[in-house]
């Protein structure tokens, strides 16, 4: 069975601070996405990783695919109070189609 | 709009009733997807078709529930007798058949079983 775990699953922080979320696996991923999602909406997705080593840029945001492609990270600069929302990352498994998803982490930025 | 629909975005029933939700993809999209979230976790991947095919179904998706894209456009997901334990997000996706890992989710659909 694969598996992501996020870690933190919640995290309140000040406006201005920096954070990183992190999913890791035992598990090789074909590709890995990170989505946001707002409550009583469906998850909007961010960036796809594909490349062992790949960092990809978003603003603010920077994610970064494992080497060995089991594991990312999402770090955000400077939060923002609009940067609140549930964070998700999901792997798709041997290119299968399904993807996996990490429980999540849920972030609070405080003005 | 031409992003992921679904209806209705929310439906409350009474245990033991059925129930049917819509979902209607990016149109140029040949897959579809199921997801089922519940608070706090991420959502959980219950079944997929590429254009009418139904390639593969999650054991979480009992005999009480079951999915058609008749056409290769719109899914129904339907749930038969429903129990407590079905009260959940439903949501849908669809991505290109050559990029199956950029998937774009609908709004979902809220169940509540009373």
């Known amino acids: 069975t694969q598996l992501l775990e996020q870690s933190p699953q919640f995290l309140s922080i000040q406006e201005g601070e920096n954070l990183t979320v992190y999913c890791n696996s035992s598990?090789?991923?074909?590709?890995l996405q990170w989505y946001r999602q707002e409550p009583g909406e469906g998850p909007v997705l961010l960036v796809t990783?594909?490349?062992?080593?790949e960092v990809k840029k978003l603003k603010r945001l920077t994610f970064q695919f494992g080497d060995a492609r089991k594991d990312s990270s999402l770090h955000i600069t400077a939060a923002q109070p609009g940067d609140t929302g549930l964070y998700l990352c999901?792997?798709?498994?041997?290119?299968?189609?399904?993807?996996?998803f990490g429980q999540g982490t849920e972030l609070s930025v405080k003005p | 709009d031409t992003g992921v629909s679904q209806n209705p975005r929310h439906k409350i029933t009474k245990r033991g009733q059925n129930v049917t939700f819509r979902c209607d993809p990016i149109s140029e999209h040949n897959r579809l997807y199921w997801y089922r979230q519940t608070l706090g976790q991420g959502p959980e991947f219950l079944t997929y078709?590429?254009?009418?095919?139904?390639?593969?179904k999650s054991r979480l998706l009992s005999d009480r529930f079951s999915a058609e894209r008749p056409k290769g456009s719109f899914s129904t997901l339907e749930i038969q007798r429903t129990e407590q334990g079905d009260s959940a997000m439903y949501l849908c996706?669809?991505?290109?058949?050559?990029?199956?890992?950029?998937?774009?989710f609908g709004p979902g659909t809220r169940l509540t079983v009373l």
């Open positions: 598990s090789v991923f074909s590709s």
């Open positions: 996706a669809s991505s290109p058949s050559g990029n199956t890992d950029t998937q774009y």
């Open positions: 999901a792997g798709e498994y041997n290119q299968g189609g399904k993807l996996i």
């Open positions: 990783v594909v490349t062992g080593g």
């Open positions: 078709f590429q254009n009418e095919a139904q390639l593969e």
